[in-house]
């Protein structure tokens, strides 16, 4: 009864604090996950439990290193709601932003758009349309423009209907900031990739412009490796000429 509840806790806690944004029992589940890990009778359903809502923990704590090693177990439960609470394409496809694998990350959002349109799971559809439409805004891909715009207002639409107020103020926000990023840059630059080459100009370091934009250091270095093939630069300093 113990490790039921723990595993609960430890997946739980991490749901609520990636639909309210509040992080501050992130510690809770943590041990939670770790009682049922490290029991040596736990059953299987109270470790996967546990497993994903260490994943989910991992997205919201932005950390890279154990994203990855969360993904690993959750890519084998593919086209899966699980435990009534979130889909494990939709998981992978957090874990896989959060290490900055954003192509891999649009193919899984798209594996849950398709898996919560076939099973009817609209709460959860609305939430895949906003997490997969903030990752495109991450990536800055003007040909995603329209795709972006569709699903927020496929997020907001279904939000609305059920009432789930955090997830409208979120897709809300998120709808503010497509319709205030602009249309195009030179060299095929990405709205993120404009944001990343002026703070190299700047002088920060990839953890420092991790910080500043609140995205993982790997995805920062996947932007730093984009920029320089697109604008011919050899290194960073050059990078940074560019910009000025």
């Known amino acids: 009864m113990v490790l039921?509840?723990?595993?609960?806790?430890?997946?739980?806690?991490?749901?609520?604090a990636k639909i309210t944004g509040a992080v501050d029992r992130l510690n809770v589940a943590l041990s939670a996950a770790t009682l049922v890990l490290e029991h040596p009778q736990s059953p299987t359903l109270s470790i996967n439990q546990s497993q994903a809502g260490l994943g989910l923990g991992a997205v919201l704590s932005d950390d890279a290193n154990l994203a990855a090693k969360k993904y690993d177990i959750v890519k084998t439960w593919p086209h899966t709601f699980m435990f009534f609470s979130i889909s494990a394409d939709r998981l992978l496809g957090l874990l896989t932003q959060t290490m900055g694998k954003l192509d891999l990350a649009t193919a899984h959002f798209q594996d849950a758009l398709t898996f919560c349109r076939n099973g009817g799971y609209r709460q959860e559809l609305a939430w895949a349309c906003h997490d997969f439409s903030s990752m495109l805004l991450e990536r800055g891909?003007?040909?995603?423009?329209?795709?972006?715009?569709?699903?927020?207002?496929?997020?907001?639409?279904?939000?609305?209907?059920?009432?789930?107020?955090?997830?409208?103020?979120?897709?809300?926000?998120?709808?503010?900031?497509?319709?205030?990023?602009?249309?195009?840059?030179?060299?095929?630059?990405?709205?993120?990739?404009?944001?990343?080459?002026?703070?190299?100009?700047?002088?920060?370091?990839?953890?420092?412009?991790?910080?500043?934009?609140?995205?993982?250091?790997?995805?920062?270095?996947?932007?730093?490796?984009s920029i320089l093939g697109k604008t011919d630069s050899a290194n960073r300093t050059e990078s940074a000429a560019y910009a000025v």
């Open 4 to 16: 039921t509840a723990s595993a609960i806790v430890a997946l739980t806690v991490p749901i609520a």
């Open 141 to 225: 891909d003007q040909a995603d423009r329209t795709k972006i715009n569709e699903m927020i207002y496929e997020s907001l639409a279904i939000a609305t209907e059920f009432g789930m107020n955090p997830l409208v103020a979120r897709a809300a926000a998120t709808q503010e900031r497509a319709i205030a990023e602009p249309t195009a840059y030179p060299d095929g630059l990405t709205v993120r990739e404009v944001e990343v080459t002026r703070l190299v100009a700047e002088g920060k370091t990839d953890r420092g412009i991790a910080e500043e934009l609140i995205i993982s250091p790997n995805t920062v270095s996947n932007h730093v490796r």
